[in-house]
């Protein structure tokens, strides 16, 4: 329902009340409000959308010019109280600290994948997806990259806000993602009588993602309490239950299959990536142990399943057919997110493993830096991320002229404002899929800080 008042006009629909001001006259039509109005030069206009329930009491109109120079004050003292990052590449890095800050939802804390929904992985295609949410998986690449840009107050509410949504440790399977306000219920719906982006149907609301087994969430939930080690300092009883459980279930799980870090909807697979973050979930638990208050017996246990998920990586995750670690046990195709290796701390930058597996990716899913998931991507984006982490990867490994030249190739994609989408269409060379991505920025910064102490080392060899 659309009505003018003397403040406006105001839109009721369901639960939600909209009241839009301006400064120009509106005249209303049926469902249209419109309104014609000429400017000079020197001169503006200022309209205001005012959001609130529709049982709320009635508020005043909002001065649109007032809100918008405070919100520009507001935005110009967070930007210059965040300067501590003086590395490689700053200004890239501080604008990705600024968007990251952007795409937090201050109520909770909660920071959203991508405040967009059904933008395609493929124009034309169905991978449209709706990431409007905050992820489980993003937590601990989030909370570098906030560190790194020295944004501690923001990485300690992502934390909050994540331990505040994944409850206590009940038993349940963890969820990998929430809405901003903690809602666990994301089921997908989809909007039939919109045609999508360029075509690209169907357009979604919502996300079944959130209903799937995805055991790499229990290592970024504890490597984030991991990076936060000194901020939490001893932790209140419900966090370390919590945390506790969350271990004892990657020591419980971490050999069954999953849909994966890229949320396969096809079969669970047993893939590197998850068990991967089942050894990270292990690892930082026995270094947080005194501050979990976890019993002997307890760290015992992690400690054993931590070695034998290490076996079982070195042995069924590599394949010498491909000189690399691959996607899955008893696969030889590639996949990306083995990169994270070194990042996690898993082998060093410079294991000769390693090594390989950086060639194999570069050689066989890149094309100009540019960096697809895996074998067989067919027509689908590079993801951005993965550019980065090759990035990344490389300068862990000491060839930093090559990391800088990836991350130079895949930064210079971003457009006028400095913001990279969630990936690069490998023919058209233009940003596709969900836009701005919130993990492209992250991965964005985590590769010129793994620049910055490399290229430190490299000057010392130098002299």
Known sequence: MMAPTAAGVDIVGGADRLLLTGDGELEIDGPRATGRFTLGEDERATFALHHRSSTDPPTAPLDGSAELSDTVAAWQSWSAAHQGYQGPYRDQVRRSALLLQALTYQPTGALVAAPT???????????????????????????????????PDEAQGFFDWITASAGPGDGRPLQIMFGVGGEHDLTEHTLDHLAGYAGSRPVRIGNDAWDQKQLDVLGEVLECAWILREQ???LSPTTAEFLVAVADRAADTWMEPD??????????RDY????????VALDRAVRLAAQMGAPG?????????????RAAIL??????????????????HLDAGVLLMPLVGFLPGDDERVVATLDAVERELSTDALVQRWTGAGDEGAFIICSYWLAAGRAMAGQVDRAREIFEAVTGHANDLGLLSEEIDIRERVLIGKFPQALSHIGLIDAAWAIAPAEDVSRRGDR
């Open 259 to 268: 849909a994966g870090i890229w949320e396969g909807r096809e079969r669970e």
């Open 117 to 151: 929904t059904s933008l395609p992985e493929e124009v034309g295609g169905d991978a449209n997806w709706d990431y409007r949410f905050g992820w489980l998986r993003d937590g601990s690449l989030t909370l570098k990259a906030l560190w790194v840009a020295a944004c």
């Open 272 to 279: 590197l990536t998850s068990k991967l973050m089942c050894w």
């Open 315 to 332: 042995d069924r995750g590599w394949d010498d057919s491909v000189s690399s670690f691959t996607g899955a046990f008893g696969s030889d």
């Open 297 to 309: 017996a307890t760290v015992q246990r992690w400690e054993e399943v931590r070695e034998e998920i």
């Open 232 to 234: 939490l300092g001893q």
